[in-house]
């Protein structure tokens, strides 16, 4: 059985977008080479980014079609990393809400992927 382990992100500026996500999630890449970085995640997961004009095949089309979802928990556990995310000068692409599935929020990595924090599904 097939068990999907990694993400990968294609991105303008592997080294950019590595400090990026080493100071969001707090951790240091596995593998980090002018092209390519990897970071573990918890559970066996991790996020590859991939520099754009080195991925084979191609990639085609644009756009943000799809997003990191970053579940915490806590009591005012997401408005909590919206003002610490805030503060830092992420890029905001939906403040703070309430959605049919409670609070969240979305922000932008230097390429313009979303990054969705919202509450744990219970």
Request: hydrophobic share 40%; net charge negative.
């Amino acid at each position: 059985m097939a068990n999907p382990n990694l993400i990968l992100l294609y991105v303008e500026d592997t080294a950019k977008s590595t400090a990026f996500y080493r100071d969001l999630l707090g951790r240091e890449p596995a593998v980090e080479a002018p092209n390519f970085a990897s970071f573990p995640l918890d559970g066996g997961f991790f996020l590859g980014l991939w520099a754009e004009s080195k991925v084979l095949p191609q990639p085609t089309g644009q756009g943000s079609r799809s997003e990191i979802g970053i579940m915490v928990d806590g009591e005012g556990a997401v408005a909590k990393q919206y003002e610490k995310w805030k503060a830092a000068g992420h890029r905001i692409a939906q403040e703070l809400t309430t959605l049919d599935f409670g609070p969240t929020f979305v922000i932008l990595d230097p390429n313009g992927h979303r990054i969705r924090v919202c509450e744990p599904d219970k």
